[in-house]
């Protein structure tokens, strides 16, 4: 005979929530949904459409951005790992190659991500119901000491600046922040930043307020007592597992399938791989007119995209006759969008879009981008 076990129900004292007992060792939500708790998209960065290595300020991982701000003599690369705690497969690393010999007031390196503002509306922000949210990663450092971290609420311009510990330098160690939720300023409900969360690596000493929301607190954004990051060639900070949730405590990380978090990131990026010379797909463009000019391909997308996207592509086209030459975006909404050729047509006829047939192997990709 099949059995059910329902774990015991307790009244949480410190919170004030109800809390379920741990099932199968792992710890649960105090209150809310079970699913769609974290509120970081690609907090495991799984979802990798851009290069595997930067060495300026840019994305790496989708949703992830690198910030490196009026540095004179630090040098390093992101790069996407391999190298993860248990139960992840992939990490962003900043690397030192370059030294720094002092961080200046306005000098900073962090890695930043941002949250739509209408996926926020239920944190009830500027009012006296404002929820606080716990924020909990895994991270790596070869050296120990306080490091900085900074939320802002976009539209109120409020910033809330915090610290953590580094105990055991080249270990994997997680880490819990607990926000307040802010009382004095909302978030807008519409399609712009809602809030960011920025893991500040390296700054000049500001005078920033530290463990309270605050209007003046425009950074940089380093902690007092943080540590000298970049100082010495090798420095690397590295992370993963980033969770934001709803509440005053931290639960297990929220794996999602890699087509979920995928889909998410496609409302932001969207990449369309043509192949290479050895490898070569095509689109078809075609010119429905009676007189001559430049054909059009029209291009749906997987999901709506946050705004009317850029475009842009990397690789070499095809411009001979019988190509389109370079894509050039027309018409665009937030589900589809045409493409146009660079090279004049004759009335009805076809041209391809593909990578250059010569020289090697390079690889044509087309890329929309709704970036907050």
């Known amino acids: 005979m099949s059995q059910t076990r329902v774990e015991l129900l307790r009244q949480d004292t410190n919170f004030g929530d109800i809390d379920v007992d741990s099932i199968n060792n792992q710890n649960y939500p105090t209150a809310g949904p079970l699913s769609n708790r974290n509120l970081i998209i690609n907090g495991a960065m799984t979802i990798h459409q851009r290069s595997d290595n930067l060495t300026d300020t840019g994305f790496i991982a989708d949703r992830w951005k690198f910030n490196k701000r009026f540095l004179d003599q630090w040098v390093g690369d992101v790069t996407w790992e391999t190298d993860a705690p248990a139960s992840f497969s992939r990490s962003i690393k900043i690397n030192t190659t370059t030294a720094e010999t002092s961080f200046e007031t306005t000098e900073e390196l962090s890695l ?69 939720g802010n009382t004095a300023g909302s978030i807008t409900n519409d399609n712009g930043i809602g809030i960011w969360a920025r893991w500040v690596v390296a700054s000049g000493d500001t005078a920033i307020t530290e463990n309270a929301w605050d209007t003046s607190n425009n950074g940089p954004y380093a902690v007092s007592g943080a540590m000298a990051f970049g100082t010495t060639i090798g420095d690397y900070f590295q992370i993963t597992g980033v969770q934001l949730e709803v509440g005053s405590k931290s639960t297990p990380f929220e794996h999602e399938s890699y087509g979920q978090t995928l889909a998410k990131c496609q409302r932001y990026r969207y990449q369309m791989d043509l192949g290479s010379t050895n490898n070569a797909q095509h689109i078809i463009m075609t010119r429905f007119e009676l007189s001559s000019g430049t054909a059009y391909a029209s291009i749906g997308f997987p999901c709506e995209m946050r705004i009317n996207p850029n475009f842009t592509f990397t690789g070499t086209t095809q411009s001979s006759t019988g190509y389109a030459g370079d894509p050039q975006l027309s018409n665009a909404t937030k589900t589809s969008c045409d493409i146009r050729s660079s090279r004049g047509v004759n009335a009805n006829a076809t041209v391809f879009v593909r990578a250059v047939s010569a020289p090697g192997n390079d690889v044509l990709v087309l890329n929309w981008d709704a970036e907050l």
């Not at 500027?126 to 895994?138: I, P, Q, R, V």
Request: proline share 1%; charged share 20%.
């Open 112 to 180: 930043e991500t941002r949250i739509e503002a209408q996926d926020l509306q239920h944190l009830d922000w500027g009012t006296a119901n404002a929820k606080s949210l716990t924020l909990s990663f895994w991270v790596k450092c070869n050296k120990t000491g306080t490091q900085s971290m900074h939320v802002r609420a976009h539209d109120a311009d409020h910033g809330y600046s915090t610290s953590y510990s580094i105990s055991s330098a080249d270990t994997w160690e997680y880490k819990t922040i607990v926000i307040p």
